[in-house]
């Protein structure tokens, strides 16, 4: 009985551990894909190596996971079996990878927050059309995202984070020689980094700034008709398109086809709006449509001047306030009440959009109070400023007093010592 | 008066003029005056009374603004008036309960919680307390 | 009136009984030569100072030293405390214009061998009540608790930190810490409040005691002559206020045309502002250390110039009685021609430093 129990045991003690650290072993054995490619070097071990960092290798699929084959088998031929896809032709590309990520039920086990219809909006976009003409020079989903080395978008080094979108689009649409044939300009990325926008975001580092696909769409992307193109700046700067909504603009633009922002704006070479836009000089954007003598006319330089008035108000309640500071007098209080004007400035040049005169001089003469207040403050501090000198000479006139008494009071004593 | 006296005379009254001269100013600095706030951690905000339900008003928190909001329901609430997205001054819009800065149109509930725009972090909330007619403001730390 | 300030003379003068003290003052002499003129700046020292404790008392009304409440304390004194702007303007002026006046008066001293025999002591309680107003400056500038303060007190208790062997305890003992802290700006305070003024008493008493005692010291070259002697009550001393006075005027003009900073209040996470450095009285230190080598031998080169200031310190503090031939009242040009090395040090590396920044 004793000796039975004893052999079950051993089995036990042996067997056991061997088939878990065979399983174990078997488990951790590297896929014969990665292993063989590796060994190849240069073209042939670059997948291997791009995948490390691919952001599905992060969800535990592998190279058969989309190409097929079987990544136990060590013997190329046999790895190569049936299911074996290999690399997909161009024109494939899309329905590849759409092959799971068009697969809701798929897709959910391991991001249930990603979007499943890329393929749908890809087909409506400007590259898929191509694509399915057979035009495969257009854009497929590995010229974006990259073909093995994936990375989230939410990647800072991935090619549709937004600070690397522009460039990457660029690498197509603003080669001349690649896009030659195609009827559409190439200028546009040379044209947005002189934007406001790329200001933003390359210099502020504001990842909310827009960048191509804010405005274009990513997998549906198409240039925005001239109606949307608004539609698409209301998407950041809606108090902006409402104010234009409601001002007798809106209907003469869309009557005549014009695109609303973009007329007075730009597209992609959006400068930061300058004052002069406004009004009837040089620069301003008005007396391209409007002659001198119409009603518009004398409403845009009315406009101008009630902006230009305030302003120079601001500007001459922070010259005080900086004359007083020059003199030494603390204005930080009044420089605070200041930035409400400042505010105020910034939402008249909003409603300028609304051409609503009355609506403008509201909003004017609330910063005007504010004004006031500062004005009152910087005379405040240049009257302190004029206290101090007085001060400061009243008390030097008494000292010299007391000088000229001391040195009088020296020369009385001296004298009195010599004759001692 | 002979010369001895002169200077006497001249060296005090001179002597007096100073001592005034640098007194006065020592005088009317330790004076208190009208209640000076030196520190950012608690500031009266307004008093009571003064803004209406769904209403708000900007104040000073140490050499920053804020904002004070009466809600609708009566309910007092105080923030950082400074929008996290690039500094604008916000605001509160009364139709729609919410906060709104107006240089991008960020838009934060009555919680400083972020709802849309692009402000990437919602606004520093106080603490509101009454103190008698004064709305007293405080940093929660 | 005579007769009341007669009677209140008599009166004290029989509880305190101060006429031995009174007969003893009446003899005391100065000696007038053509260089007596640097006998002023001790009393210019000790004027500014009674400057400095009354402002620095004054002060103390509206500072509040704590980092959420010192920067905007001085903001307040500043902008809103009737004469704040001159009360703190005078304090942070008269610190600096203090502390020249010290250095003037410490090189005057040792230029006319002021420190010998039997002076000794005045010039080593001299050199202890320099070391003590330093320190007076570094833990007020400390106090506003602004950008620049902030960043120049991590520089300089980095440096203090790298000091051999001690340098660590040092650094944690003076900054409450490892590093700046919540409690360094209290610990500064009551360095500069409470300690320092405690030093500078029983320093100071002593100081002014052998002065008193001791009377002025003549140049060596005049050790023999008969010079012409003044009265140091009344002469010497309404001299002295004379200089006082015109100090006043100048501490005024500086306040009212170029009162003192507030600057921008201290952010620890911010980044170091470019161009840091400390007050202008620790810049030629700051400067050597910044252009010594990295190593010299086997050294650290910073640890090497440090541990040099300490011993030329040293060195500076034992010069009675390492100039013997001075104690002999026999002229020593080797002294003289170290002063003025070391004197021309100074005025270089302080003007290099801001001259050429980015040494």
Known sequence: MKQRHKKSSLVFILVVPAVILSALTVYAQTNSCIACHREMGDELAMPAEAFKLDVHQEFGLSCSDCHGGNPAEEDVDLAKDGTFEGAPLREQIPEFCASCHSDSSYMRRYNPSLRVDQLDLYLTSGHGKLIKEGDTKAAVCTDCHGTHGILASSHPKSWTFPWNIPDMCGRCHADKDFMKGYRIPTNQLEEYEQSVHAYALFEKKDLSAPVCNDCHGNHGAAPPEVTSIAFVCRQCHPSTGELFSKSPHKTVYDELGISECEACHGNHKIFPPSDDMLGTGEKAVCIECHDPDSKPYQIASRIKKLLDDFIQQTDSARDLLEQASGKGVDVSNPMFKLREANTLLIMVRNLTHSLDIPAIEEKIQEGEKVILEVQEAGQAALKEATFRRRGLIISTFFVFLLAIALYLKIRLIEKKNQAK | MNRRNFVNIFLGSSLVGTIVSFLYPVVRYILPSKRIEASIKKVTAARLGELAPNSYKIFKFGTTPGILIQTKEGELKAFSAVCTHLTCNVLYESETETILCPCHNGRFDLSGNVISGPPPAPLESYIVEISGEEIIVSRKT | ?359
């Open chain 3, 1 to 359: 009136m005579n007769k009341f300030l007669k009677d209140a003379l008599i009166y004290i003068d029989g509880r305190f009984k101060l006429s031995a003290l009174l007969e003893f003052a009446k003899k005391k002499k100065v000696p007038e030569h053509k260089h007596s003129i640097w006998y002023y700046f001790g009393g210019i020292c000790l004027f500014l100072f009674v400057i400095q404790v009354i402002t620095g008392i004054l002060l103390l009304l509206y500072y509040s030293p704590s980092v959420d409440s010192a920067y905007e304390s001085v903001h307040t004194l500043m902008s809103r405390v009737k004469f704040g702007w001159l009360i703190r303007s005078v304090h942070s002026w008269s610190a600096n214009i203090l502390i020249s006046a010290i250095l003037i008066h410490m090189f005057s001293a040792f230029f006319l061998r002021a420190y010998r025999k039997p002076r000794e002591l005045t010039w080593i309680s001299g050199f202890f009540l320099l070391l003590i107003f330093f320190a007076f400056g570094f833990s007020g500038y400390l106090l506003p608790w602004n950008e620049l303060s902030f960043f120049a007190t991590r520089v300089g208790t980095d440096i203090a930190g790298t000091v051999p062997l001690i340098g660590h305890a040092l650094k944690n003992f003076i900054l409450g810490g490892p590093e700046i802290s919540d409690v360094t700006l209290p610990r500064f305070f009551w360095f500069h409040v409470a300690i320092l003024p405690l030093f500078t008493v029983i320093i100071l008493g002593v100081h002014l005691v052998l002065v008193q005692v001791l009377g002025m010291s003549k140049p060596i070259s005049l050790s023999d002559d008969k010079v012409r002697e003044v009265p140091f009550f009344p002469n010497f001393i309404l001299k002295d206020m004379l200089g006082w006075l015109l100090i006043l005027v100048l501490i005024g003009v500086l306040c009212v045309f170029l009162p003192w900073e507030i600057g921008q209040k201290a952010d620890p996470f911010a980044g170091t502002p470019l161009g840091i450095k400390p007050e202008w009285y620790f810049t030629f230190m700051f400067t050597t250390l910044k252009i010594v080598p990295s190593h010299i031998l086997f050294i650290e080169g910073e640890v090497l110039a440090i541990l040099g200031f300490m011993v030329g310190g040293l060195l500076w503090m034992l010069v009675p009685f390492l100039d013997k031939k001075a104690s002999k009242e026999k002229k020593s040009p080797f002294f003289t021609w170290v002063g003025a090395f070391i004197l021309l040090y100074i005025i270089v590396f302080t003007a290099l430093t801001y001259l050429l920044p980015n040494l």
